[in-house]
């Protein structure tokens, strides 16, 4: 059975930093994404960044220059750092493993999520 954990979450002061991770746990193809998606209360979810098979690191334009999400080499494991947060960075963070349905043995896993607070 495959699992997605994410951990690290918490209530920061902006400006602070936080260091998302996620592990996932159990047989699965190779990801052809692994990513974080954050939802705020009221809003829809969004992607935040992501790890592309082969490379690609994509950011959304509003935490571009503050956070970097990196992938171990050969772990289905993902982290996201982020720093100088801002209150509009509190959220419910989400981790996303998939393959998409384009590919052989799609899959489109998630996380419970991790709560980010950012309050002075």
């Known amino acids: 059975q495959v699992q997605v954990v994410e951990s690290g979450g918490g209530l920061v002061q902006p400006g602070g930093s936080l260091r998302l991770s996620c592990v996932v746990s159990?047989?699965?193809?190779?990801?052809?994404?692994m990513g974080w998606y954050r939802q705020a209360p009221g809003k829809e979810r969004e992607r935040v960044a992501r790890?592309?098979?082969?490379?690609?690191?994509e950011y959304a334009d509003s935490v571009k220059g503050r956070f970097t999400i990196s992938k171990e080499n050969n772990k289905n494991s993902v982290s996201l750092q982020m720093n100088n947060l801002q209150f509009e960075d509190t959220a419910v963070y989400f981790c996303?493993?998939?393959?998409?349905?384009?590919?052989?043995?799609?899959?489109?896993?998630w996380g419970q999520g991790t709560q980010v607070t950012v309050s002075s």
């Open positions: 159990g047989s699965i193809f190779t990801p052809y994404e």
């Open positions: 790890h592309i098979s082969g490379g690609r690191l």
């Open positions: 996303r493993v998939r393959r998409p349905s384009g590919l052989q043995n799609a899959y489109d896993y």
